[in-house]
């Protein structure tokens, strides 16, 4: 069965730096494009970027360009999220998700991982 488990998250001060990993099993990792999103209580879910599955490419929120930087390491099947310069609007829920050479929607979603900003 299809696995995503993310890791990393927790309380960071702002202006300092932290990366997320989300560890995928039972999928052919190097065929999906993988994305990550986060929720803050109370708000919708929000895109926060994607790379795609071949050819390094990348999509990220406007809110979060020039601060985040995804990543993926095929031979581990995991992707990563690096974050610096964070805020604390930063502060969610961080869940990745797969989706399949194509498809149009995202197929499997890991359990998420926490990140709290403090000022």
């Known amino acids: 069965q299809v696995q995503l488990v993310e890791s990393g998250g927790g309380l960071v001060q702002a202006g300092g730096s932290l990366r997320l990993s989300c560890a995928a099993s039972g999928l052919t990792f190097s065929t999906y494009t993988m994305g990550w999103l986060r929720q803050a209580p109370g708000k919708e879910r929000e895109f926060v970027g994607r790379l795609s599955w071949f050819g390094g490419r990348t999509s990220y929120a406007d809110s979060v360009k020039g601060r985040f930087t995804i990543s993926r390491d095929n031979a581990k099947n995991t992707v990563y999220l690096q974050m610096s310069s964070l805020r604390p609007e930063d502060t969610a829920g961080y869940y990745c998700?797969?989706?399949?050479?194509?498809?149009?929607?995202?197929?499997?979603w890991g359990q998420g991982t926490q990140v709290t900003v403090s000022s």
């Open positions: 998700a797969a989706l399949p050479r194509g498809s149009y929607g995202y197929k499997y």
